[in-house]
């Protein structure tokens, strides 16, 4: 039995590098940011106005969080669905970032119920977190 194999696309890989220092560095901007913001209004607001203020914005964090978290959860389950209609993995169209064996049959069904499983528990992530970001934001305004 020949091994299939689904080569790696090195365009993909320098792109996610190339898009994963700019988000390292992006993230360090804004932690640096919010300090500065953050000295800022603890020297202009009281306690209580911080808190209501800061609430406020965690509540709008949490809210695009929960986004995020629906939007990978629509995308495992359409790739789901797409492998089940292939029965193949990874996808016959896919770029991979490194050399994968390619699953066929039973052993891509697995993998397709592993992605379904996956976006049923990020969709129930996503809706906590709405709740929650619904519960911060309810006692702000």
């Known amino acids: 039995m020949s091994l299939e194999i689904q080569r790696a696309d090195l365009r993909l890989r320098r792109l ?11 993230a ?3 932690v640096f940011a ?11 607001l009281s306690v209580e106005q911080l808190v209501v203020r800061l609430r406020h914005w965690v509540g709008f964090a949490t809210a695009a969080s929960g986004l995020c978290l629906l939007l990978l959860a629509a995308h495992c389950a359409y790739t789901a ?7 193949r993995w990874p996808l016959a169209e896919a770029r991979v970032l490194r050399d994968t064996p390619v ?3 039973d052993a891509a ?3 397709g119920r592993l992605l379904t499983a996956t976006a049923v528990a990020l969709l129930l992530l996503a ?5 929650l970001s619904w519960r911060l934001l309810a006692l702000t305004f």
């Open 81 to 87: 669905r797409r492998v089940t209609q292939q029965r």
């Open 109 to 111: 069904m697995r993998r």
């Open 127 to 131: 809706l906590g977190v709405g709740v």
């Open 103 to 105: 699953r066929r049959g």
């Open 34 to 44: 919010f300090h500065q913001w953050m000295v800022q209004q603890t020297a202009a």
């Open 16 to 26: 996610t590098a190339v898009v994963l220092a700019a988000a390292v560095a992006v």
């Open 28 to 30: 360090a901007w804004c």
